[in-house]
T-cell receptor, first 115, second 114 residues
Framework: GAVVSQHPSWVICKSGTSVKIECRSL??????MFWYRQFPKQSLMLMAT?????????EQGVEKDKFLINHASLTLSTLTVTSAHPEDSSFYIC???????????FGSGTRLTVV | AQTVTQSQPEMSVQEAETVTLSCTYD???????LFWYKQPPSRQMILVIR??????QNATENRFSVNFQKAAKSFSLKISDSQLGDAAMYFC???????????FGTGTRLQVFP
């Protein structure tokens, strides 16, 4: 079945530094990937749609300069949290679809803690 | 715009019993899909069951089945013969073929008691 790999699974960084999270589709090509953010005990909020070879589409209220998305190939999308601050601490999840009718396959998530 | 509402923050069920989780949605699209995802403590999102909006027949996957009421925009999940491993957060989600966005409800935390 379709597998999405996400790394790292957890990261701690200092305030003001940048952190990159990778999302790879292992056995299928994904022209579109999605990035979600999940606060503790809350739902998944769609942050942006990552499109291979073009600019990402951000949801309303998401700072595009804070959350940089690059989709350089058909199997890799990256999310960079720039100049991270404690309020950016959260659980970030990526997803991609191999077949729309079967929904999306999700990565295992990245827990980001900014200290 | 798509919205998904889950009105039950928490539910509990005894092992081997049946439980139903509620979900309502709103969409202006005519072509869409509905899903139930499970998120255990590991936080890995797992697809439980899916339903194409154009199909009248309710989807079934082993112990999991849905009650899809299109006119009422209702999409409930029934778990039969509940097992301890079913304990998790359950999210209802809708996917519009037009927007290609998967939108989630707020989730229902299911506890299973032995």
């Amino acid at each position: 079945g379709a597998v999405v790999s996400q790394h790292p699974s957890w990261v701690i960084c200092k305030s003001g530094t940048s952190v990159k999270i990778e999302c790879r589709s292992l056995d299928f090509q994904a022209t579109t990937m999605f990035w979600y953010r999940q606060f503790p005990k809350q739902s998944l909020m769609l942050m942006a749609t990552s499109n291979e070879g073009s600019k990402a589409t951000y949801e309303q209220g998401v700072e595009k300069d804070k959350f940089l998305i690059n989709h350089a190939s058909l199997t890799l999308s990256t999310l960079t949290v720039t100049s991270a601050h404690p309020e950016d601490s959260s659980f970030y999840i990526c997803s991609a679809r191999a077949d729309r009718s079967y929904g999306y396959t999700f990565g295992s998530g990245t827990r980001l803690t900014v200290v | 715009a798509q919205t998904v509402t889950q009105s039950q923050p928490e539910m509990s069920v005894q092992e081997a019993e049946t439980v139903t989780l509620s979900c309502t949605y709103d969409t202006s699209e005519s072509d869409y899909y509905l899903f139930w995802y499970k998120q255990p403590p590991s936080r890995q999102m797992i697809l439980v069951i899916r339903q194409e909006a154009y199909k009248q027949q309710n989807a079934t996957e082993n112990r999991f089945s849905v009650n899809f009421q299109k006119a009422a925009k209702s999409f409930s999940l029934k778990i039969s013969d509940s097992q301890l491993g079913d304990a998790a957060m359950y999210f209802c989600a809708s996917l519009s073929r037009n927007t290609d966005k998967l939108i989630f409800g707020t989730g229902t935390r299911l506890q299973v008691f032995p």
